[in-house]
């Protein structure tokens, strides 16, 4: 028969061996060595069989198999937890990604960065310039007197306390921007934001965007504008006639409004061309050599064109909407409409 020593340590060894690594075999290890009926137990009841000389060394063997037990469970216990914590946070790799909402472009960059593109292919490059401009960009250098109606603080956002700084109420700024500081010959096209004073209704709005054209060189005539403007409205809208009407634009001599032939065929909506089969789409005319002088530009040897054109009009008529206003209000149910014309 097993010596009771040898007894304790076979239990001691087992306890040691022993590798519980779910809750419930950590369970039966506490049952096994700590619970109420636990081997070690009964080890404790043989202290009293023992000779008198080994009875301290036994009972300090039994009571390290209990200790022994004891901190084995306490270190599994907390092992198993931690183990726990990291299974619960753990990322799962496997998991199918949540969808990230894509935006798309909005209907005027849509709109916008066509018409870009139509002038690029011609040579054009593209001029951006600031929104809060100073008086003599916005207004004098493009000749537009001080009793200009334009000036008005009824049509124009002056910044508070200011009579020189407002925001560019056309982007025809960027033309006294770029002839101040390049020389010619120039070629530009400048899309932007500007802004007026208006009241917000389903066809106005206190801001929109233009894109803005210039071409200064030598000998730049009337002709070169109105072939210029003749490609964009084939490029544009497949127009086979353009027409120009005379207008009035302080910084531009002769000034012209032109339309596209719409036809009234495809005139669905009536509003479109009030029934006459034309669109306004622009304003241009040969620079005012006053511009060019004012800018510092030889009016003797410098000659040029303008044109600028309102976009969130040609948006609307481009898709079919009605109210400006949901151009500027930013629903994602109105803007994911226009993903596929990307
Ligand atoms: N700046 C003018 C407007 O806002 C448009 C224009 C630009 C006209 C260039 C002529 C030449 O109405």
Known sequence: MMDIFEQVNAVIAEME???????????????RYLGTKNI?????????????????AFGQLVNAAKIAAETKFATLQAALETASEVETTRIDLTAPPIGLPVGSRHPVSIV???????FRRIGYTVAEEREIEDDW???????????H????MQDTFYLK??????????????????????KPPIRIIAPGRVYRNETISARSHC???????????????FADLKQTLLYFAKEMYGATKIRLRPSFFPFTEP???????WGLKNETDHRITKGTGWLEILGCGMVDPQVLENCGIDSEKYSGFAFGMGIERQAMLQYGISDIRLLFENDTRFLKQFAAAL
């Open 149 to 152: 109606p334009a000036r008005d």
């Open 17 to 31: 061996a022993a590798a519980p690594d779910s809750k419930a075999a950590l369970e039966q290890f506490r049952i």
């Open 112 to 118: 916008m960065n066509r018409i870009v593109d139509i």
């Open 137 to 147: 960009h916005n207004f004098t250098a493009m000749n537009t007197p001080p009793d």
């Open 161 to 182: 306390n200011s009579t020189e700084m407002l925001l560019r109420t056309h982007t025809s700024s960027v033309q006294a921007r770029t002839m101040t500081r390049q």
């Open 207 to 221: 801001q929109f965007h233009q894109v803005e054209g210039l071409y200064i060189d030598e000998n730049v005539s």
């Open 255 to 261: 000034s012209a409004e032109m339309d596209v032939y």
């Open 40 to 56: 070690i137990k009964p080890l404790f009841a043989e202290i009293g069989k023992v000779p008198v000389e080994r009875k301290k």
